[in-house]
């Protein structure tokens, strides 16, 4: 097959299979992919040498810069995996990650979507179902970050909510809003890193957390199971007489159940809720 | 020398709009001419970003400038990518809209870099095609920088600045000239800078870019990390000479030094700007 005039599709292929190889810029020209649309040892024929570089160091200067661009948006998205792998694990991790899932958005924004999916993937990575949880609470991280920003429920609206109407009255979340829960206890890498403390060791131990933001600043709440239950079941649409009946029976103690109105009492001072359906 | 065919203003000397800037630029309301922002950046967000870019936008003219639109690929135009660059461009009062002469990806996939294109009759065909479907789909002009490359294909059958002219022509858009990647590429691969400014349609130039670049020896890279050096300034000198004054941005996208360094950087380009009215004059 002539090389004088390859078609743009063509042409775009092999470049395409060269940039994203992950290997040394002469494995990626040899690699079947590219070797699909061009044999290696006509290079010369589809890029041109310069009067100081060879067709491949060319075409090894964009193939070089593609998993630099790829770690550069992910330690971004997850600063707390990066600073708790550390940069060589953290780059092995993001060859292996962007293999699996490459960018198809127009937004590197979206790039890191898939990495808690990854360790689900992946079961024999180094410390996955840590990092699945790690990378669970970074990416809702970026979600609240990123999300539209709602009206935040106001002591007014509550208070004009007629007695009898509270039994079944349901609240909606604001759209910067996540619940989380975990296996590992994540929260302590994520204030190790902000304080700039050794990463400590993975331990086994649930935790339950909410994210949300106001002014624009992402914030958390750290939870109890009986807190997140009934925040999951408001959040989620439960009448309200419902979810709070649920969270009294898990209370033994009346100091216990009177909790539960100092939990609802924060939550709406935090500004979680958006509205309230009467 | 003439005004751009679409009589888009002169908005003197701007920068590009970057997070470690925002503070600084809503305290202290520094007095520059425009801010280009990069477009991709506040597509998909409701939080602080739009929120900070709203308040900007409402004291300063606003360019867009994208990096995804990938006029050359061969892949589908991607409409959803489209209407959210519209509506961005309704909600910042964005004088023009920008992208770059090259593909960043095919087969569905996206390796977000600016992929050079072969300069051929085949692959300006298909730009130009795909550069009046945007530009009917935005309805505005599309305004297209030429990029900085670090390659060239055997396929090429004319010079890039004949195919960046002809695609401006024969797709009746505009043109941001990158006078930084114009150095860049000259450098990479051995043309004359001075040949490609002198082909250059001035009446199609809506933008100028100026930034610093890395040379590695054997080939610069247009890092965008450092302040615009001689040769470049002397390249835009020539070029406001053959094309005129035009909306001028500085790029510093890696290293951000403070606002302040920015902006003297790019005031710099008031020298130039100077001596060629006094020349007209």
């Not at chain 1, 960018?103 to 990092?131: I, K, M, V």
């Given at each position: 097959?002539?090389?004088?005039?390859?078609?743009?599709?063509?042409?775009?292929?092999?470049?395409?299979?060269?940039?994203v190889?992950?290997?040394?810029?002469?494995?990626?020209?040899a690699?079947?992919?590219?070797?699909?649309?061009f044999?290696?040892?006509?290079?010369g024929?589809?890029?041109?040498?310069?009067?100081?570089?060879?067709?491949?160091?060319?075409?090894?200067?964009?193939?070089?810069?593609?998993?630099?661009?790829?770690?550069?948006?992910?330690?971004?998205?997850?600063?707390?995996?990066?600073?708790?792998?550390?940069?060589?694990?953290?780059?092995?991790?993001?060859?292996?990650?962007?293999?699996?899932y490459?960018?198809?958005?127009?937004?590197?924004?979206?790039?890191?979507?898939?990495?808690?999916?990854?360790?689900?993937?992946?079961?024999?990575?180094?410390?996955?179902?840590?990092?699945h949880?790690?990378?669970?609470?970074?990416?809702?991280?970026?979600?609240?970050?990123d999300?539209?920003?709602?009206?935040?429920?106001?002591?007014?609206?509550l208070?004009?909510v007629?007695?009898?109407?509270?039994?079944?009255?349901?609240?909606?979340?604001?759209?910067?809003?996540?619940?989380?829960?975990?296996?590992?206890?994540?929260i302590?890498?994520?204030v190790?890193?902000?304080?700039?403390?050794?990463?400590?060791?993975p331990r086994?131990?649930?935790?339950?957390?909410a994210?949300?933001?106001?002014?624009?600043?992402?914030?958390?709440?750290?939870?109890?199971?009986?807190?997140?239950?009934?925040?999951?079941?408001?959040?989620?649409g439960?009448?309200?007489?419902?979810?709070l009946?649920?969270?009294?029976?898990?209370?033994?103690?009346s100091?216990?159940?009177?909790?539960?109105?100092?939990?609802?009492?924060?939550?709406?001072?935090?500004?979680?809720?958006?509205?309230?359906?009467a | 020398m003439?005004?751009?065919?679409?009589?888009?203003?002169?908005?003197?000397?701007?920068v590009?709009?970057?997070?470690?800037?925002?503070?600084?630029?809503l305290?202290?309301?520094?007095?520059?001419?425009?801010?280009?922002?990069?477009?991709?950046?506040?597509?998909?967000?409701?939080?602080?970003?739009?929120?900070?870019?709203?308040q900007?936008?409402?004291?300063?003219?606003?360019?867009?400038?994208?990096?995804?639109?990938?006029?050359?690929?061969?892949?589908?135009?991607?409409?959803?990518?489209?209407?959210?660059?519209?509506?961005?461009?309704?909600?910042?009062g964005?004088?023009?809209i920008?992208?770059?002469?090259?593909?960043?990806?095919?087969?569905?996939?996206?390796?977000?870099?600016?992929?050079?294109?072969?300069?051929?009759?085949?692959?300006?065909?298909?730009?130009?095609?795909?550069?009046?479907?945007?530009?009917?789909?935005?309805?505005?002009?599309?305004?297209?920088?030429?990029?900085s490359?670090?390659?060239?294909?055997?396929?090429?059958?004319?010079?890039?600045?004949?195919?960046?002219?002809?695609?401006?022509?024969?797709?009746?858009?505009?043109?941001?000239?990158?006078?930084?990647?114009?150095?860049?590429?000259?450098?990479?691969?051995?043309?004359?800078?001075?040949?490609y400014?002198?082909?250059?349609?001035?009446?199609?130039?809506?933008?100028?870019?100026?930034?610093?670049?890395?040379?590695?020896?054997?080939?610069?890279?247009?890092?965008?990390?450092?302040?615009?050096l001689?040769?470049?300034?002397?390249?835009?000198?020539?070029?406001?000479?053959?094309?005129?004054l035009?909306?001028?941005?500085?790029?510093?996208?890696a290293?951000?030094?403070?606002?302040?360094?920015?902006?003297?950087?790019?005031?710099k380009?008031?020298?130039?700007?100077?001596?060629?009215?006094?020349?007209?004059?």
């Amino acid at each position: 097959m002539s090389l004088e005039q390859p078609k743009l599709d063509r042409l775009q292929r092999w470049m395409q299979e060269v940039v994203v190889h992950p290997g040394t810029v002469e494995e990626a020209i040899a690699s079947e992919g590219a070797e699909h649309e061009f044999p290696s040892e006509r290079l010369g024929e589809v890029v041109t040498p310069s009067h100081s570089m060879t067709s491949a160091e060319r075409v090894g200067v964009y193939q070089g810069m593609y998993l630099m661009r790829m770690e550069e948006a992910l330690e971004t998205d997850y600063p707390v995996i990066r600073y708790h792998l550390g940069d060589v694990a953290f780059s092995h991790l993001i060859e292996a990650y962007v293999q699996r899932y490459p960018s198809r958005s127009y937004t590197l924004n979206r790039l890191g979507d898939h990495l808690p999916q990854f360790f689900l993937d992946e079961p024999e990575w180094p410390q996955a179902a840590f990092l699945h949880d790690l990378a669970r609470l970074e990416l809702a991280m970026t979600q609240v970050f990123d999300e539209q920003e709602s009206p935040v429920l106001s002591a007014e609206e509550l208070e004009a909510v007629h007695p009898d109407a509270w039994e079944n009255a349901r609240l909606e979340p604001i759209a910067a809003f996540r619940l989380l829960s975990f296996r590992y206890a994540v929260i302590p890498h994520l204030v190790a890193f902000h304080e700039d403390r050794p990463s400590p060791s993975p331990r086994r131990r649930a935790a339950w957390v909410a994210l949300y933001r106001r002014d624009y600043s992402v914030l958390r709440l750290e939870l109890s199971r009986a807190e997140h239950d009934l925040l999951k079941a408001l959040a989620g649409g439960t009448p309200l007489g419902e979810a709070l009946a649920i969270a009294a029976q898990s209370q033994k103690s009346s100091h216990q159940r009177a909790q539960i109105f100092k939990w609802f009492r924060t939550w709406i001072a935090e500004g979680l809720f958006t509205s309230i359906e009467a | 020398m003439s005004e751009n065919r679409w009589s888009f203003p002169d908005l003197g000397l701007g920068v590009g709009l970057r997070t470690p800037h925002y503070a600084h630029i809503l305290s202290e309301k520094p007095d520059i001419g425009f801010f280009e922002v990069l477009t991709e950046n506040y597509l998909d967000t409701g939080g602080r970003p739009l929120y900070l870019l709203d308040q900007i936008a409402e004291l300063y003219p606003m360019v867009m400038h994208g990096v995804s639109m990938s006029i050359g690929s061969t892949d589908p135009i991607d409409f959803d990518y489209l209407a959210k660059v519209k509506a961005l461009a309704a909600r910042t009062g964005a004088l023009w809209i920008s992208d770059h002469v090259c593909w960043t990806g095919v087969l569905g996939r996206n390796t977000h870099d600016l992929l050079p294109l072969p300069y051929t009759e085949e692959s300006l065909k298909h730009s130009v095609e795909r550069i009046k479907v945007v530009q009917d789909y935005l309805d505005r002009p599309l305004v297209m920088e030429n990029p900085s490359t670090y390659l060239e294909f055997a396929a090429s059958d004319m010079p890039e600045w004949e195919w960046v002219a002809r695609m401006a022509e024969e797709a009746d858009c505009g043109l941001l000239f990158d006078v930084n990647n114009v150095y860049v590429s000259a450098y990479n691969h051995g043309f004359d800078p001075v040949e490609y400014i002198d082909a250059i349609p001035g009446e199609r130039v809506c933008q100028y870019h100026l930034a610093g670049h890395t040379n590695k020896g054997t080939h610069i890279i247009d890092t965008h990390n450092d302040h615009v050096l001689d040769p470049v300034w002397e390249l835009f000198g020539h070029t406001i000479r053959h094309v005129g004054l035009r909306a001028t941005l500085l790029e510093w996208d890696a290293d951000i030094p403070p606002f302040e360094i920015v902006h003297q950087e790019v005031l710099k380009a008031d020298d130039w700007r100077r001596q060629e009215v006094a020349n007209v004059a």
